[in-house]
């Protein structure tokens, strides 16, 4: 194909993504609900921000592991109200550069707006 074809695909591509998209129109408040409703109870999600918030206490951040959420040392129980406590831990690197295994603790909750909040920490 000529670089012009390939450009007209592309712009063609674009506009039916875009029109696609648009004519879905808006979320209906039923269906914002339950997608609320699916991420108050998400475990996996609970476990996926807590790395986040652990990750924000780390002298490397970058270098932090955490293992799958299936892992045995790792549990995130549901306390209800949208509210998960996740235990597990970490391999980082400490101020020295050594990796060292951390275990954290963290008491999440969904706020029903889109946002985790962190109410509590602990990383030993």
Not at 21 to 36: F, N
Not at 51 to 79: H, I, M, N, Y
Not at 117 to 123: C, D, G, M, P, S
């Amino acid at each position: 194909m000529k670089p012009s074809e390939l450009m007209f695909v592309a712009i063609v591509s674009i506009v039916v993504i875009y029109a696609a998209v648009s004519l879905s129109g808006p979320e209906s408040a039923e269906d914002k609900a339950e997608r609320m409703a699916d991420e108050c109870n998400d475990s996996a999600m609970a476990y996926s921000v807590s790395q986040t918030f652990v990750k924000r206490k780390l002298t490397a951040p970058s270098k932090a592991e955490f293992p799958s959420r299936s892992d045995s040392g790792v549990s995130a129980l549901s306390l209800g109200d949208c509210r998960h406590r996740v235990v597990g831990y970490v391999d980082a690197q400490n101020q020295f550069g050594g990796t060292v295994r951390m275990t954290f603790g963290t008491d999440v909750k969904f706020d029903g707006k889109g946002n985790w909040l962190l109410e509590a920490i602990v990383i030993k």
